[in-house]
């Protein structure tokens, strides 16, 4: 896979899933566009592992109103053009239905609808407007196995990530005569920074036990799944949601 010049917009790619992917376009050429909320240190530290020149850090905030929009436009200012947009950003929130109370569980449905969907939805409108100038471009939608099998300490997102598989494939239905590709990847329990903080020993060894590899993905192997789908030679792929998780879940 080879995206010499392309111009790369990668959300939440300061750490995780988002770093690994960043680290491998700019290996095969591509200039990469960092977003990242809030921590300046950790983007500029993602930013520094990236090889090649051409690569930038953009701050944004994608919830806000305007936010998509802005980063879009910050983004085409800086490059001339927006080849792909990979949509990695995301949060997820346990809520557990039987243990919160009635003001945690509304909450929770709000702010991950709000980053996982509403920002996505606004990311891929304003992608799109950019992309029919400049004759298309590819979208990548990171999504979750939560989609598929339940999340039942965290409703919220499960939903939230079945929606945006379908979202994906409408849009891949809408944008293919502006050429205009759109691909999803749904990753299982991934080893990120964050996991390593946060998982109790108990939590690691569940994991483990779910996928005949016993271990958890990779952020590299996630980052090659959506490199394959932001490729040329893919654009007949586009509406394809690709599992990341192991044989951890299997749908027919």
């Known amino acids: 896979m080879d995206f010499e010049n392309k111009n790369v917009l990668i959300t939440g790619a300061s750490r995780g899933i988002g770093k690994a992917t960043a680290i491998a376009f ?4 591509a200039n990469v566009g960092i977003n990242y909320k809030s921590n300046t240190d950790t983007a500029e530290k993602a930013m520094a592992k990236l090889a090649g020149s051409g690569h930038y850090i953009f701050q944004q905030d994608i919830v806000e109103n305007d936010g998509p929009e802005k980063l879009i436009n910050d983004f085409v200012s800086h490059y001339g053009k927006l080849d792909i947009l990979v949509n990695n950003a995301g949060i997820s929130i ?12 509304t909450s929770a449905w709000e702010n991950t609808f709000k980053t996982n969907l509403f920002a996505v939805s606004n990311l891929c409108y304003w992608a799109a407007k950019a992309m029919m100038q400049t004759g298309g471009g590819r979208i990548v939608n990171v999504s979750s196995r939560g989609a598929f099998r339940g999340e039942p300490t965290k409703p919220a997102y499960g939903a939230s990530k079945a929606a945006l598989n379908s979202m994906s ?8 005569p502006h050429k205009i590709y759109i691909g999803v990847v749904a990753p299982g329990f991934t080893e990120t920074e964050m996991a390593a903080v ?7 060894e569940n994991l483990l036990r779910e996928s ?16 394959f789908l932001a490729s040329e030679g893919a654009e007949y792929s586009s509406g394809t949601i690709i599992d990341v998780n192991g044989a951890s879940y299997l749908r027919s």
């Open 212 to 227: 005949p590899f016993q271990r958890m993905a990779q952020p590299k192997e996630v980052a090659h799944a959506i490199l």
């Open 169 to 176: 494939q409408s849009l891949a239905k809408a944008l293919a």
């Open 198 to 204: 946060t998982l109790t020993p108990a939590e690691r």
């Open 26 to 29: 700019a290996e095969k050429g």
């Open 94 to 105: 346990f809520h557990t239905i039987d243990e919160v109370d009635f003001d945690h569980w």
